[in-house]
């Protein structure tokens, strides 16, 4: 168990919906990644919070949001759903927000997504 | 931009056997490296970090990398598979003073008897 939790851990939707993905980080770590794992695209990094501030954006698509609250949880907002947007979302969390410190990134386990 | 090509999408061994996946990274700086992996239905469990401290880094599982700049390759081995070893391993870089984590397309084990 590595401490970061995502709920649903399963969500079926249709084509134009929107969902809201959420992530309540490790104690203590303050940065929040959101990642999607596709079986075309692969893992790729979607959007950083740190400390509720958005840090670092990825390939991220404008119907997609992302924010953090104080309480450093973190929702990832899905709108006007395609069929592509189907996907595992992961979210992770780390103490710091990088300058170069290498901290340890620990995932959660991953929110699947299928739209129809 | 970094990035990382692990080479071979699928990996076969036989419980016992070593144990090779390969990654190499492309970086203008010393980056920082990682092989995770992903058992079936669960999440990214991190397997080990290079973070220049050391070339060759000891991991989880008996699994160890050694960061090799001459040839920009960061292999994970494990001496002898198990069947419990049977997953995804994703190598991943972090590009220096960021920590998102760009990753490599995967390699699946597969662990025969």
């Known amino acids: 168990d590595s401490g970061v939790t995502q709920t649903p851990k399963h969500l079926i939707t249709a084509t134009g919906q929107r969902v809201t993905l959420r992530c309540s980080p490790r104690s203590g770590d303050l940065s929040v990644y959101w990642y999607q794992q596709s079986l075309d695209q692969g893992l790729q990094f979607l959007i950083q919070y740190y400390n509720g501030e958005e840090r670092a954006k990825g390939n991220i698509l404008e119907r997609f949001s992302a924010q953090q609250f104080p309480d450093l949880h973190s929702e990832l907002n899905l709108s006007s759903l395609e069929l592509g947007d189907s996907a595992l979302y992961f979210c992770?969390?780390?103490?710091?927000?990088?300058?170069?410190?290498?901290?340890?990134?620990?995932f959660g386990e991953g929110s699947w997504l299928t739209v129809v | 931009a970094q990035s990382v090509t692990q080479l071979g999408s699928h990996v076969s061994v036989s419980e016992g056997a070593l144990v090779l996946l390969r990654c190499n990274y492309s970086s203008s700086v010393p980056p920082y490296l990682f092989w995770y992996v992903q058992y079936p239905n669960q999440g990214l469990q991190l397997l080990l970090k290079?973070?220049?401290?050391?070339?060759l880094v000891k991991g989880i599982n008996g699994f160890e990398a050694e960061f090799k700049k001459s040839e920009t390759s960061f292999h994970l081995t494990k001496p002898s598979a198990h069947m419990r070893d049977a997953a995804e391993y994703f190598c991943a870089v972090s590009p220096s003073g960021f920590q998102k984590l760009v990753f490599g397309t995967g390699t699946r084990l597969l662990v025969s008897p």
């Open positions: 992770a969390s780390s103490v710091g927000d990088g300058e170069g410190s290498g901290n340890t990134i620990y």
């Open positions: 290079y973070t220049s401290a050391a070339t």
